[in-house]
């Protein structure tokens, strides 16, 4: 951002990277590897590299479909979803789960068994043993009989709590807002996310999204960038908030928004044409 310029690191031959994050130090970035192993076969693990594309090392072997990888706050942990191959259909896959890889044991651990449709991008609260994430379809813990999970269908509030220690039983945030998408957590506790406005301000025909914040059992906006957002960040101190907004129908560049909350204000960032295609997270 200070530059304002963008660096693209080539994943190995033959191998496609997606889902890259930061650690917590900015020091390294943890992503989904991807690599074709057969005609219709891909092997996806997780890998970690210095910032530079240096020092590549896959921390995972097993076979499973993984995605979303998150560190947790002490950077000692990370956090991915998971699915299994099909019973039925062992070249595709099923039955989401949260899984986590421990640096310090160097181990890759299955954390919840609710094989639901999707779970994540998850993300480990501050403490590092619960996660907030969404939860898409039902959940089937028992392999053949679904679970209901109470959840608002149709106003895509789906986000989870779940603890470690009890992770058959996930509880949904009570939120106020019409959606809630892409929940991420601050070192506070608060958890940021991006909701739909046009119910607030009465607007008709194409939805726009703005980030909120979620914090001591209500719900306060943060942003008002009037647009569709693929994506976003946000500073540990909910001070400054990075938008990915969609390209416009009569824009010939993309647009990155960094927008100042404290003054309410934006400053657009220079970037390259094809970043309007690349979302920060799959």
């Not at 947790?72 to 990370?78: A, L, N, T, V, Y």
């Not at 070249?91 to 651990?109: Q, V």
């Not at 039983?169 to 929940?183: F, K, Y």
């Amino acid at each position: 951002i200070n530059t304002e310029s963008m660096v693209y690191l080539a994943p190995p031959k033959d191998s496609a990277a997606f889902g890259a994050t930061f650690d917590p130090k900015s020091t390294t970035i943890a992503f989904i590897l991807a690599r074709q192993v057969g005609p219709e076969a891909i092997d996806y693990q997780l890998a970690v590299s210095q910032i530079d594309g240096s020092g590549l090392r896959v921390l995972t072997s097993s076979d499973t479909q993984k995605r979303f990888p998150a560190y947790s706050f002490d950077g000692k942990k990370i956090v991915f979803e998971g699915k299994v191959r099909c019973r039925m259909s062992p070249e595709s896959y099923c039955g989401a789960d949260i899984y986590e890889f421990d640096f310090l044991s160097n181990t890759e651990k299955r954390i919840t068994n609710l094989q639901a449709g999707q779970i994540g991008p998850a993300h480990f609260l501050p403490g590092n043993k619960e996660f907030v994430t969404p939860i898409y379809g039902k959940i089937y813990p028992d392999g053949v009989t679904a679970v209901p999970v109470e959840k608002k269908y149709g106003k895509e509030i789906e986000v989870f709590i779940v603890d470690a220690s009890k992770p058959m039983s996930p509880e949904q945030l009570a939120l106020d807002t019409p959606t809630a998408l892409q929940a991420k957590p601050l070192p506070s506790g608060d958890i940021a996310f991006i909701s739909r406005v046009n119910e607030f301000e009465n607007i008709k025909g194409s939805y726009i999204y703005d980030v909120f914040l979620w914090s001591n059992g209500a719900s306060r906006r943060l942003t008002k960038s009037n647009r569709f957002l693929w994506d976003y960040a946000i500073s540990d101190s909910a001070h400054s908030v990075l938008l990915v907004p969609a390209e416009m129908a009569n824009a010939s560049h993309c647009e990155l928004i960094l927008w100042n909350v404290t003054e309410k204000t934006r400053r657009y960032l220079k970037c390259d044409d094809s970043a309007s295609e690349l979302a920060l997270t799959p």
